[in-house]
Nanobody, 125 residues
């Protein structure tokens, strides 16, 4: 069974950097495009970044463009989200997600079938 486990969340100061990781297991990672989504209190889960199966295409939400970078290592079955210059608006539970295909790019929440349980990012001075 295809499973995703996020890690790397924690408390970070505004302006600092953090790298989230997502470990995949149970399937060949290159069969899936991957995405990061986030959910903060009182808000709906939203798209953050996505990457194509072999990493040649990436797409970002406008709110993180230029600050966040998504990457993947299919051999190691890992997906990463490098977060730079974080702000309080970036505080949320971050979820790693996967699917085989999507009619939309960037993908939206409803397009993703497999989800991890999330990792919490807190931004505070």
């Amino acid at each position: 069974q295809f499973q995703l486990v996020e890690s790397g969340g924690g408390l970070v100061q505004p302006g600092a950097s953090l790298r989230l990781s997502c470990a995949a297991s149970g399937a060949t990672l290159s069969r899936y495009f991957m995405g990061w989504f986030r959910e903060s209190p009182g808000k709906q889960r939203e798209f953050v970044a996505a990457i194509s199966r072999f990493g040649q295409h990436t797409v970002y939400a406008d709110s993180v463009k230029g600050r966040f970078t998504i990457s993947r290592d299919n051999a190691e079955k890992m997906i990463y989200l490098q977060m730079n210059s974080v702000t309080t608006e970036d505080a949320a539970v971050y979820y790693c997600a996967a699917d085989r295909t999507s009619d939309r790019w960037p993908p939206q929440v409803d397009d993703m079938y497999y989800w991890g349980k999330g990792t919490l990012v807190t931004v505070s001075s």
